[in-house]
């Protein structure tokens, strides 16, 4: 890691009190990218608050909000991210097939209308930075205009964590064999 983490012991006042926050909360510690977030007191408590919304209160079921996460991970080869999200995704009821093809990069053999929307509308928009009005029309058909909104705002909260895990080089606490190789090409649309 590029960052050392900060001990508790060793946190400003206002550190502290997020610290707590935090740990109190659903995610029950402050690990991974809040760790490193939590040098930037403003950042961590914001974030936070945003990513507790889209993990445990937006209009998406886990199964599909954990698809979507799992999805940012893979684009973005994302270890850390990957190892907590593909595990939970697997929890909350996405089959272990189409985690191994996301992993791998390939399109899933959907059975589900509601998870190949969010598959080709995460990588569509990540892809091309834009999704075309067929494929929206189609995604706020199926999912619903406020599932849709959440769904972005999911995507986007995840890029963040993505990018913190990849630029401060966070890795996962327990030492595994990489599970992302890089791709030598994008995932399939």
């Known amino acids: 890691m590029r960052i050392n983490e900060l001990k508790k012991e060793d946190m400003n006042i206002e550190q502290r009190k997020i610290f707590d926050e935090i740990s109190s909360g659903p995610r029950g510690g402050v690990r991974g990218p809040l760790a490193i977030w939590m040098q930037r007191p403003g950042l961590a408590d914001n974030a936070q608050s945003l990513g507790a919304y889209c993990r445990y209160n937006s209009s998406l079921s886990p199964k599909l909000s954990e698809l979507a996460i799992c999805i940012i991970a893979r684009i973005w080869g994302s270890e850390y991210e990957w190892r907590v999200h593909s595990v939970i995704a697997q929890e909350a009821g996405i089959k272990g097939d189409i985690i191994e093809s996301i992993r791998l990069g390939k399109k899933p053999n959907f059975i589900d209308d509601n998870q190949e929307i969010i ?34 705002g999911v995507l986007g909260y995840y890029t963040l964590i993505s990018m913190t895990i990849n630029v401060f080089e966070v890795t996962h606490p327990k030492p595994m064999t990489l599970q992302l190789q890089p791709l030598d090409r994008e995932i399939e649309l």
């Open 119 to 152: 598959y080709r509308f995460a990588v569509s928009l990540h892809k091309y930075k834009y999704v075309a009005d067929e494929l929206y029309l189609e995604t706020v058909g199926i999912l619903g205009q406020d599932s849709v909104i959440d769904l972005v």
